[in-house]
């Protein structure tokens, strides 16, 4: 079991939504947090709302242009080595194959799969050397279901399951365990930061994010499953049935998402 009174977490996409409602949560356990985003006023504001804001260190990143190494040891150096990552920072999609740029689904594939790769490597040498420590990724219900206008987001998170499970094959000998997290919908502003097929940005609130999950109960949910050791975990009732959908009635699961109304 992961416990968080006293552990060191970093957590990427720290300013807003899921990050911000982890780092709150993981506060209130005890936790030691380093926090990373780009923007960081915003930082600095989740970082009051913690329950020890003198245990909370800001480290600003923008995870598409950045040196893994050289942040994994400035991170390391607000309260030691880092026992939890939590590779939250993401960026979605609204736009159809045909409409999608290549600079675009690269610009996707950096943040969202090679960012969490980079950080991963960084902080793995360390945990494998303590025979300890956890890696948390968020990923989506998108990394089981591809849905329209969600190409590159959607390939992006099945790289994501790829590469962590064969991680977690590889190194839970070593004490290090991996916990893939898969949200639905929940009340976060993904949809208005959402990139189009020319790298514009969306701007629009989904109607299913208006009426999702509060991200509050979101985090309480990963934090559990990440101490119960749980490997993967889905958040959201509804959406965990679309992924047995997929698995056990795949012919349905397709008929449906063909006809689906998305924005």
């Not at 064969?166 to 290090?176: H, I, S």
């Not at 949809?191 to 999950?213: E, F, P, R, W, Y």
Request: aromatic share 6%; hydrophobic share 50%.
């Amino acid at each position: 079991m992961t416990q968080l009174n006293d552990k060191v977490v970093w957590i990427t996409g720290a300013s807003s939504g899921i990050g911000e409602a982890m780092a709150i949560a993981a506060s209130a356990a005890g936790a030691k947090l380093v926090l990373s985003a780009r923007r960081e006023a915003e930082l600095l504001r989740v970082k009051k709302a913690c329950a020890n804001p003198a245990l909370v260190a800001v480290l600003p990143l923008d995870l598409t242009a950045f040196d893994a190494e050289s942040a994994s040891q400035k991170a390391a150096a607000f309260f030691g080595p880092i026992d939890v990552l939590v590779n939250n920072a993401g960026i979605s999609q609204r736009s159809t194959v045909l409409q999608t740029e290549m600079a675009v689904y690269r610009r996707i594939f950096e943040l969202d799969f090679f960012a969490c790769v980079a950080l991963t490597k960084a902080v793995l040498p360390g945990m494998v050397a303590a025979k300890a420590g956890h890696i948390v990724t968020i990923s989506s219900v998108v990394g089981y279901v591809g849905t329209p206008l969600r190409s590159g987001y959607a390939a992006a998170k099945h790289a994501l399951h790829g590469f962590y499970d064969a991680l977690r094959a590889e190194v839970w000998r070593e004490g290090v365990k991996v916990t893939l997290v898969c949200p639905g919908f929940i009340r976060t502003n993904v949809s208005l930061n959402a990139i189009t097929g020319d790298g514009g940005a969306h701007g629009l609130m989904d109607t299913g994010q208006l009426n999702g999950m509060p991200a509050a109960e979101c985090a309480r949910q990963i934090w559990a499953a990440v101490e119960a050791g749980r490997e993967e975990v889905l958040v959201g009732a509804k959406e965990a049935l679309f992924v047995r959908l997929r698995r056990y009635l795949p012919g349905l699961m397709s008929y449906a998402i063909k006809r689906a109304k998305v924005t």
